[in-house]
């Protein structure tokens, strides 16, 4: 082989490189084009989420068991004042 010769085989060589570094190229951009979007997707719903948190955040009742049972009992008690006073009433 001539060094024509050679010289036209590299071109070759280096011309199917450079067309399989431009699809490795592609393929890399299409990954990150495709990462944006599932990132985007993603923060999309970590805001409904937290919007849907901060409105259940928002409902929560504060307090203690213990005051909860102390105004059951008391309203116990009021209910059962009432109807002992009906029945004495209606005796």
Do not use: P
């Amino acid at each position: 082989m001539n060094r024509l010769d050679l010289l036209k085989k590299e071109l070759v060589e280096l011309e199917e490189k450079v067309r399989t570094t431009k699809k490795l190229i592609q393929a890399e951009e299409n990954s990150i084009a495709n990462s944006e979007q599932e990132t985007q997707e993603i923060n999309e719903q970590i805001q409904a989420e937290c919007a849907e948190i901060s409105t259940l955040s928002r409902q929560i009742v504060t307090g203690d068991d213990k005051d909860d049972e102390a105004i059951i009992a008391r309203a116990d008690t009021v209910r059962a004042e009432a109807i002992h006073a009906i029945d004495e009433f209606l005796n």
